[in-house]
């Protein structure tokens, strides 16, 4: 019923907006995340940095992104590290061929021979983050022996969002009121060695407030 009652109210936003308000959409000036320092602070370095070739940018419909393994000199700890910009994520011709929707990564993994093993919506307080008491969600995924700990969470306009749902409706809102539906997905990927949780635990928790400390330049808020 919930899903149900958002999808009518993101239409009708929608709907409202089209007729009522439309006008130019507002990009904010950001700089691009192919800028982002390869060099961190507390020994963290992106020692592999990544491309996706222009088939995957078009299928995920990102504008701009960061996609790197961080590793720390002195723990050799390591984190892969998913910061994807999306300038629009609404089609103003109404046309299909290239989505510029966020794609939800519990969506994404599977596909990609990752089991789902733990999936949980947690609350965040970090340095960093734009708000207090964020909430994000927390996964552990397994692929044959493998596993990782993966956080993520929709930094979009000033806001932490977990729930697809309210991403949506954040997005018709502020398209009506701010002229904005720029966003972003933001993830941190981090092995799980010898089924130590609470090692990648430390691993994610050292080197996520570095990373978001820099993101307001190229995730405006």
């Known amino acids: 019923m919930t899903k149900l009652f958002v999808a009518f109210a993101f239409l009708a936003l929608n709907f409202y907006t089209y007729y009522f308000l439309a006008s130019e959409a507002v990009v904010p000036p950001r700089t691009s995340l192919e800028h982002f320092p390869d060099e961190l602070e507390n020994g963290w370095s992106c020692f592999a940095p990544e491309t996706m070739d222009e088939s995957a940018t078009r299928e995920l419909g990102v504008t701009d ?21 999306h ?37 965040l307080d970090m340095p960093g983050l734009p708000q207090e008491n964020a909430w994000v969600k927390r996964l552990v995924i397994a692929k044959g022996n493998a596993r990782e700990l993966v956080y993520y969470w929709y930094q979009s306009r000033g806001r932490v969002i977990s729930r697809d749902w309210k991403k949506i409706l954040y997005v018709g809102w502020d398209r009506a ?41 190229y995730v405006p808020e």
């Open 87 to 123: 300038a629009s994520q609404v089609r103003e011709d109404g046309g299909g061929e290239r989505e510029t929707s966020i794609h939800p990564p519990a969506h994404c993994l599977p596909g990609s021979g990752w089991d789902i093993i733990r999936f949980e919506t947690v609350p």
């Open 65 to 85: 992104y960061l996609l790197c393994t961080f590793r720390n000199a002195e723990s050799r700890e390591v984190a892969n590290v998913y910061v994807g910009y």
């Open 177 to 217: 009121v701010r002229h904005r539906t720029d966003g972003s997905l933001v993830r941190f990927s981090v092995p799980v060695s010898r089924g130590n949780g609470e090692q990648a635990e430390a691993t994610f928790r050292s080197l996520a407030p570095l990373i978001l400390a820099r993101l307001p330049a």
